[in-house]
């Protein structure tokens, strides 16, 4: 198992700016992922959180927009930039242990809840 | 990507068996189906995993028949603690590049 802590767990921002969310874990991890859930709705995945190199993000998503580092195998960050109101929304990230094999068992942090005004 | 469609919500009683069934019709050779439960200002908690027939565990049991095109959760006995919703994702973890796909999940209201 693995627990994982975001911070902030939830904020209050101003258009135009920025705000990098942190997520940690008690142990090392192989795959970390960011997601975005908007109220009553689904999770969509944001990027995959790659140790040492650049993330990997999906469609609809660009570095720019959502720039995230992974200095090592237990933190990653995640930055919403240049924040609009379309932003708000619960931003969580998961990791899959290292001894999770093929089995997708990930883990989610708490989220952070995010409103742009 | 195998997409995953399941009702979009449920009702049940108390005390009561729930089966929710998610349909995976272009599931790929080496897809697991993995089922997540999310309760409100939570992320989302793993349930169970099978690749195919029937696995058990203390919370869940996961149906899958041979053809794995559909599978089905099943909660026994469930409480009012178990409202929340209920997610499929299926996927390839060691199949190259891992793309984990949540769909719309169900919905599960437990009255009492």
């Known amino acids: 198992s693995a627990v994982i802590s975001q911070k902030p767990s939830r904020d209050i921002c101003q258009r135009g700016t920025s705000l990098t969310i942190q997520c940690q874990v008690d142990s090392q991890v192989t795959m970390m992922f960011w997601y975005r859930q908007q109220p009553g709705q689904s999770l969509t995945l944001i990027a995959t959180a790659n140790q040492g190199s650049e993330a990997t993000y999906e469609s609809g998503f660009v570095i720019d927009k959502f720039p995230i580092s992974r200095p090592n195998l237990t933190f990653s960050t995640l930055t919403v930039s240049n924040m609009s109101p379309e932003d708000s929304s619960i931003y969580l990230c998961?990791?899959?242990?290292?001894?999770?094999?093929?089995?997708?068992?990930?883990?989610f942090g708490p989220g952070t809840r995010l409103t742009v005004l | 990507l195998a997409k995953t469609t399941q009702p979009i919500s449920m009702d049940s009683y108390e005390g009561q068996e729930v089966n929710i069934t998610c349909s995976h019709n272009n599931i790929a050779t080496n897809d697991y189906i993995t089922w997540y439960q999310q309760f409100p200002s939570q992320g989302p908690r793993f349930i169970i995993q099978g690749y195919k027939t029937k696995v058990t565990n203390e919370v869940a049991s996961l149906f899958i028949p041979a053809d794995r095109k559909s599978s089905t959760l099943s909660l026994p006995r469930v409480s009012l603690s178990d409202t929340a919703v209920y997610y499929c994702l299926v996927g390839d973890l060691l199949g190259g590049s891992y793309i984990p796909t949540f769909g719309r999940g169900t919905s599960l209201i437990v009255h009492p």
């Open positions: 998961s990791v899959l242990p290292l001894d999770s094999g093929k089995t997708d068992t990930q883990y």
